[in-house]
């Protein structure tokens, strides 16, 4: 089984409405990730988190919010999908310590029409 | 605020060939990462640089980093078609485990 899971894979939604995308880890990291890959703009950081009572934006998170439900888990949602939001959606792990790398989730694809 | 630039952004070889991939970053820092993006695909770690001068290699694939520079390079020898892919590099910044990443470089290896 992979240690580092996201649902959905795919995921068509409507403007105005409110989706959640979800993250799962095995690895017993307590670090966790979001970020939206864009062509051409390399990934960038949504929400991070360190634990599950600590909760950071990233460079991006203006129409996003967070919650992590416990250490092996980290959702996203978006209140109010509007079609800018179009986009591929990583999740990532990360172990305590320096120069620890991250593992990354198979991706979740979010058209917003 | 961290900007990290890759060259060249598209990248088309012959097999046999070398090339070299470089990652520029604006900001001090000695913790960079490179990975790979096969299409359609996530990400995986290819390298991990945690000082300056470090040189590390797997296979046909060597990444460096030169902090003073503020530069990393992904060096491909002998490319073959299974090479083609995205490479990213990433730097983190000294006072987290934020990742910076840069735009990517998407590489195809030609017969």
């Known amino acids: 089984d992979a240690d580092v899971t996201q649902t959905p894979r795919n995921r068509i939604t409507k403007t105005g409405k409110r989706i959640m995308l979800e993250c799962s880890q095995t690895k017993g990291h307590d670090r966790m990730y979001w970020y939206r890959q864009d062509p051409g703009l390399g990934l960038r950081l949504i929400y991070y988190s360190f634990d599950v009572k600590d909760i950071n934006k990233g460079e991006i998170s203006d129409g996003y919010s967070v919650s992590r439900q416990a250490q092996a888990k980290f959702s996203l949602s978006l209140e109010s999908a509007i079609p800018n939001q179009t986009a591929l959606y990583f999740c990532?792990?990360?172990?305590?310590?320096?120069?620890?790398?991250?593992?990354f989730g198979p991706g979740t694809r979010l058209l917003v029409l | 605020e961290l900007k990290v630039e890759q060259n060249p952004l598209f990248l088309s070889m012959q097999e046999g060939k070398n090339y070299t991939i470089y990652c520029n970053y604006s900001t001090t820092s000695d913790r960079l990462y490179w990975y790979r993006q096969d299409p359609g695909k996530s990400l995986e770690s290819l390298f991990v640089l945690l000082s300056n001068g470090a040189v590390k290699q797997e296979g046909r694939l060597m990444a460096s980093l030169d902090t003073k520079a503020r530069l990393s390079t992904l060096h491909i020898t002998a490319a073959v078609h299974d090479l083609s892919a995205t490479y990213f590099c990433a730097v983190e910044e000294t006072s987290g485990s934020r990742l910076t990443f840069g735009e990517g470089t998407q590489l195809t290896v030609n017969p």
């Open positions: 990532a792990t990360s172990d305590l310590g320096w120069g620890e790398t991250q593992y």
